[in-house]
């Protein structure tokens, strides 16, 4: 009876520590997601109150070297980026970018360096919020010239590797072939426009009527894979919904992400200052009116908008508008200047913001816990208490 009875009570008092370590490593995992999640809204903070404060002084004209908004520029090189790698005073918390950030040309993301930023300008993005005038009315029609830009964008950004099924990718990493040094292939003007008409009807309804920009090729069934599918028909509510358009959804996220890079869903102008290389390319492209364009002068324009030092600001810009003398200072094509000016602008108002939070064991460094805000805000529509919130995720 003894024996038995310290048997029972040895059971219960076993069960008891073991269930009340349980309850200790959920209330310390609960407490260190609680820490995460409002260290991340601490950046969050941050970056708001700076755009805040930007839009308060903002004049005509938003270039590479008077904002603290993103990657690139001169300010946040020197004041945002060593602060936000810096632990928080006598904190086991950390601030990092969250976002993924711009980069020069489309073989530059391939190399495997991860460049973060807090704030991403969506004014240096292509807007496919155009791309379908008059959505659900009779008389909605695809823009033609939205259409052309993300066609040269496609074809400039993505390489044939981009376009192989998941299958074949697979036999290619398994026999690896010797590196001969020579860049991937981009893919044809053609392909890329067939890959634009697919998000044409991804967002159209059947009003849009058929032409070269609506095809109808992707409406009850995807050519491009063959599996079962059907087109939305709607706006797209983020640009990660490309993912799920026949021709993209067959991508690795990797390319995904890379075309992220380049595209907005936001009724976002395109800002010649911060545009991205692509996106310079894919208005270069339209602007010479051609068909099988492989490069334009847009390199030209994005070294001289975007100089290798910051130190000093480009001087064709006047601080209110894209000088139209730029074309005799640098040796581009004056109509094409014209048409930059014409179809861009310079300022920006759209702003992606990101932030983890991590919170790491202060005795072995291992991260305990990682939280991620994203948010877009309108900095032009600002309300009384300052920005616009137009998306909001956190996980």
């Known amino acids: 009876m003894v024996l038995l009875v310290v048997t029972l009570l040895t059971a219960m008092v076993v069960s008891f520590l073991d269930t009340t370590q349980k309850h200790l490593h959920v209330t310390a995992n609960y407490k260190n997601r ?37 990657c690139e520029s001169r300010c946040y090189q020197e004041l945002i980026a060593p602060l936000l790698m810096l632990p928080l ?52 029609k695809t823009s033609e010239d939205v259409y052309a830009r993300l066609s040269f964008l ?34 044809s ?25 609506n095809a109808d090729s992707a409406e009850e069934g995807c050519p491009a894979d063959g599996s079962p599918y059907s087109a939305k028909n709607g706006m797209l509510d983020s640009a990660d919904e490309i993912a799920l358009v026949c021709g993209f959804r067959r991508m690795p996220r990797n390319t995904i ?10 009724e976002a102008k395109t800002n010649i200052n911060t545009a991205t290389l692509a996106v310079l390319h894919a208005f270069c492209a339209q602007a010479y009116s051609g068909d099988n364009i492989q490069e334009t002068d847009s390199e030209t324009i994005y070294q001289y908008l975007h100089p290798a030092t910051l130190d000093t600001t480009p001087p064709g810009l006047d601080g209110s508008t894209f000088d139209i003398t730029l074309g005799e200072t640098v040796g581009i094509a004056p109509e ?8 861009m602008q310079t300022q920006s108002n ?16 291992s991260e305990d816990a990682r939280a991620r805000i994203e948010m877009v805000v309108d ?17």
């Open 379 to 395: 900095q032009a529509q600002g309300t009384a208490q300052g920005l616009r919130l137009l998306y909001y995720r956190e996980d």
């Open 336 to 343: 094409v200047v014209r048409y930059l000016k014409m179809s």
């Open 257 to 266: 992400q890379k075309l992220l890079q380049h595209l907005t869903v936001y």
């Open 189 to 213: 003007i053609t392909e890329a426009k067939a890959l634009a008409g697919y998000v044409v009807d991804w967002i159209d309804t059947g009003n849009n009527p058929q032409g070269p920009s």
């Open 34 to 70: 609680l820490q995460a999640f409002w260290t991340a809204q601490s950046g969050i903070q941050l970056a708001t109150q700076l755009l805040a404060m930007s839009a308060q002084h903002a004049g005509t004209h938003d270039g590479i070297d008077n904002a603290c908004w993103h």
């Open 89 to 140: 005073p006598g904190s086991s918390s950390f601030i990092e970018p969250a976002l993924a950030g711009p980069v020069a040309s489309p073989q530059a993301s391939g190399q495997g360096s991860t460049i973060r930023c807090p704030i991403v300008d969506e004014n240096r993005k292509l807007s496919l919020y155009s791309l379908i005038g008059q959505s659900g009315t009779i008389t909605e």
């Open 154 to 187: 496609l074809q400039y950004v993505l390489t044939e590797d981009d376009l192989k099924p998941p299958e074949e990718r697979a036999q290619d990493s398994a026999t690896l072939q010797p590196d001969t040094g020579l860049a991937p292939q981009k893919i």
């Open 350 to 365: 759209y702003f992606r913001i990101g932030f983890y939070g991590l919170v790491r064991d202060p005795e072995t460094g």
